[in-house]
């Protein structure tokens, strides 16, 4: 089969001179012409005597076309003439399945590295960390764009020299041309993610989140005061309309009994100083004013670590075995409460992702399990009769790939190849 490029938006096929099949396309696919003729060439089983087609094969009505060859032929060039989808698409895509603005203030998240040239993303690989293997897997298989559920850029940097061996990884993903992306604490806190995936290890329960995230936007800033006189009022109100950003300004009055009114404000931090200055510049409203800060509204299901209270009570011997084929382990790091056996009986658990210590420390539960936690940390649980179970760290986030794999496919669809990385492992080991 060759394939001839007619123009920048026309190609014609041909098998063994015989066969002509000419195609509209748009010139983002026109790149995947050689890769279309391989894949026609290789659906077109039949014999030399069957691809003898006449030159008008094209320009004639689908009834007159061998079905199953034409089925297979149009079959193949829907799926190359459906848009590819840039980093951009990729990345909003993420980003709907885990928000950003879920992840923790200290956390560096998001698009992490750029490639300078944008290419269609054919090949995504999901990986927990981001090591010099991973990398040379994700060269080898071609790959676009890597989500790494750590960050490997965490600390600014102020060179890129080989020496260190995250600022490799950065300057081999740039020469490469693929772009990182890290969710991090965004897969953590968002309903259904990482830590909802690993208290499910335990079985069905009544699941909360120990520390509850909150909705994002501008922080908010509430001004209370009150004022006598009518016409004064209007006069500070309508300095407050000047102040820049005063359109998101909400602003109600109630009339107290004295025949005064009492006025509330709410305003972003950004207009706050200015609001401020206007209402203390007036004598009345200065002794009267009270600023709050306006709390953000909680996202439901979404935070920081779970509390589960099981539907089925075990003992501390199946919680381990539980959680082993959870996280496909053999081994398990485990330390008695007070007074706690394997028989104990484990009826609440609280877990936390990674280090997870100031997530669940004080957290009234049976069992604490998350990947890590100082020496120190693990006996003030036990002192407390409450047995811990370790992981180690990217033991209890790992597994969550699977989960995310399938989702990402099923938004993705099949024009895109989402791996899990087979390289991808704890450096940790039990030996």
């Known amino acids: 089969?060759?394939?001839?490029?007619?123009?920048?938006?026309?190609?014609?096929?041909?098998?063994?001179?015989?066969?002509?099949?000419?195609?509209?396309?748009?010139?983002?696919?026109?790149?995947?012409?050689?890769?279309?003729?391989r894949r026609l060439l290789r659906s077109v089983s039949c014999s030399r005597s069957t691809l003898h087609l006449s030159a008008s094969y094209c320009l004639s009505s689908p009834a007159s076309r061998p079905p199953?060859?034409?089925?297979?032929?149009?079959?193949?060039?829907?799926?190359?003439?459906?848009?590819?989808?840039?980093?951009?698409?990729?990345?909003?895509?993420?980003?709907?399945?885990?928000p950003l603005s879920l992840a923790e203030s200290w956390d560096n998240v998001g698009l992490l590295v750029e490639p300078s040239e944008p290419r269609p993303i054919k090949t995504i690989l999901l990986t927990n960390d981001l090591t010099a293997a991973v990398m040379d897997e994700a060269v080898e298989m071609s790959c676009d764009l890597i989500v790494s559920y750590h960050p490997p850029l965490f600390r600014p940097l102020k060179r890129l020299l080989q020496k260190d061996w995250k600022q490799r990884l950065a300057v081999r993903a740039v020469e490469a041309h693929i772009a990182v992306f890290s969710p991090h604490t965004s897969w953590d806190s968002v309903a259904g993610g990482v830590n909802d995936?690993?208290?499910?290890?335990?079985?069905?329960?009544?699941?909360?989140?120990?520390?509850?995230?909150?909705?994002?936007?501008?922080?908010?800033?509430?001004?209370?005061?009150?004022?006598?006189?009518?016409?004064?009022?209007?006069?500070?109100?309508?300095?407050?309309?000047?102040?820049?950003?005063?359109?998101?300004?909400?602003c109600?009055?109630?009339?107290?009994?004295?025949?005064?009114?009492?006025?509330?404000?709410?305003?972003?931090?950004?207009?706050?100083?200015?609001?401020?200055?206007?209402?203390?510049?007036?004598p009345q409203t200065s002794r009267s004013l009270n600023i709050t800060q306006v709390q953000q509204p909680p996202l439901l299901g979404c935070g920081q670590g779970r509390l589960s209270v099981l539907d089925e009570p075990?003992?501390?011997?199946?919680?381990?075995?539980?959680?082993?084929?959870?996280?496909g382990l053999p081994?398990?790091?485990?330390?008695?409460?007070?007074?706690?056996?394997?028989?104990?009986?484990?009826?609440?658990?609280?877990?936390?992702a990674g280090s997870g210590a100031s997530v669940v420390q004080g957290v009234k539960a049976d069992l604490y399990i998350?990947?890590?936690?100082?020496?120190?940390?693990?006996?003030?649980?036990?002192?407390?009769?409450?047995?811990?179970?370790?992981?180690?760290?990217?033991?209890?986030?790992?597994?969550?790939?699977?989960?995310?794999?399938?989702?990402?496919?099923?938004r993705l669809g099949q024009t895109i190849n989402v791996v899990i990385s087979q390289r991808d492992r704890d450096p940790l080991q039990v030996v």
């Not at 909705?215 to 407050?240: A, I, Y």
């Not at 485990?334 to 028989?343: C, H, K, W």
């Open 1 to 37: 089969m060759t394939c001839y490029a007619v123009s920048r938006s026309r190609v014609l096929w041909t098998v063994s001179g015989c066969f002509r099949l000419l195609v509209e396309v748009e010139f983002p696919m026109f790149t995947r012409c050689r890769e279309l003729s």
């Open 68 to 98: 199953v060859l034409w089925s297979g032929v149009a079959r193949l060039l829907s799926d190359f003439r459906r848009p590819l989808m840039d980093l951009k698409g990729a990345l909003e895509v993420l980003e709907q399945l885990a």
């Open 197 to 250: 995936w690993l208290v499910g290890g335990m079985g069905s329960g009544k699941v909360s989140v120990l520390s509850q995230a909150q909705s994002s936007g501008p922080q908010k800033h509430r001004l209370e005061f009150s004022c006598m006189n009518d016409e004064r009022l209007s006069g500070l109100l309508e300095q407050l309309r000047r102040i820049e950003g005063s359109e998101s300004f909400q």
């Open 252 to 282: 109600s009055t109630v009339r107290s009994e004295s025949g005064g009114q009492q006025v509330s404000l709410i305003c972003q931090s950004s207009a706050l100083t200015a609001a401020a200055q206007i209402l203390l510049s007036d």
């Open 314 to 327: 075990l003992s501390v011997s199946t919680a381990v075995q539980k959680m082993k084929t959870h996280l």
């Open 331 to 352: 081994h398990l790091r485990l330390a008695l409460g007070d007074q706690q056996t394997l028989d104990s009986v484990v009826q609440t658990v609280a877990v936390c």
């Open 370 to 410: 998350t990947g890590e936690m100082s020496h120190h940390e693990v006996l003030d649980a036990v002192s407390e009769g409450r047995s811990v179970i370790l992981t180690d760290h990217s033991n209890s986030e790992r597994g969550f790939l699977t989960v995310f794999r399938q989702r990402l496919s099923a």
